[in-house]
C-alpha cells in the first residue's frame, strides 16, 4: 500500500535579529495555517496572504527578503515562485551541500 503526503511549505530568506545576516528557513505549514493564510487573503492564497502570514509568524526574521511558497489548498496545490531568481540561490547557499 502506498500513501502520497503532501505538505504545504514557505522557504524564506531575510535578515535575522542577531547578527544582522542573511539566513533561510522553510516553515511547514499546518492545515490550521493554510487556513490562517487564506484568511488574510478574503478566502484565496495569494502571494499578498503569505507576505501577510509571515509578517505574524517569521519572528525569527527582522525581514523577510523573499519567499517561495508550495501550498496544498484542497486538491490544488499553489505555488508562489521566488520575485528573483537571485533569491533562490541565496536560500541554496545558505544551504551548503556536504562533501
Known amino acids: 500500500m502506498r500513501y ?5 511549505v ?3 530568506i531575510g535578515t535575522i535579529w542577531m547578527a544582522s545576516v542573511t539566513a533561510a528557513q522553510t516553515y511547514e505549514l499546518s492545515g490550521h495555517d493554510v487556513d490562517n493564510v ?3 487573503g478574503d478566502g484565496k492564497i495569494t502571494r499578498e496572504s503569505v507576505q501577510a ?3 505574524t509568524h517569521a519572528g ?4 523577510v527578503t523573499d ?4 501550498i496544498e489548498s484542497g486538491d ?3 505555488d508562489i515562485p521566488w520575485k528573483s531568481e537571485a533569491s533562490e540561490f541565496t536560500y541554496a547557499d545558505c544551504f551548503p551541500a556536504e562533501g
Not at 502520497?4 to 504545504?8: A, E, G, L, N, Q
Open 38 to 40: 487564506r484568511q488574510h
Open 53 to 55: 502570514w509571515l509578517d
Open 60 to 63: 525569527d526574521f527582522s525581514n
Open 76 to 78: 490544488d496545490t499553489i
Open 4 to 8: 502520497t503526503v503532501r505538505k504545504s
Open 10 to 12: 514557505i522557504r524564506v
Open 67 to 70: 519567499f517561495e511558497a508550495s
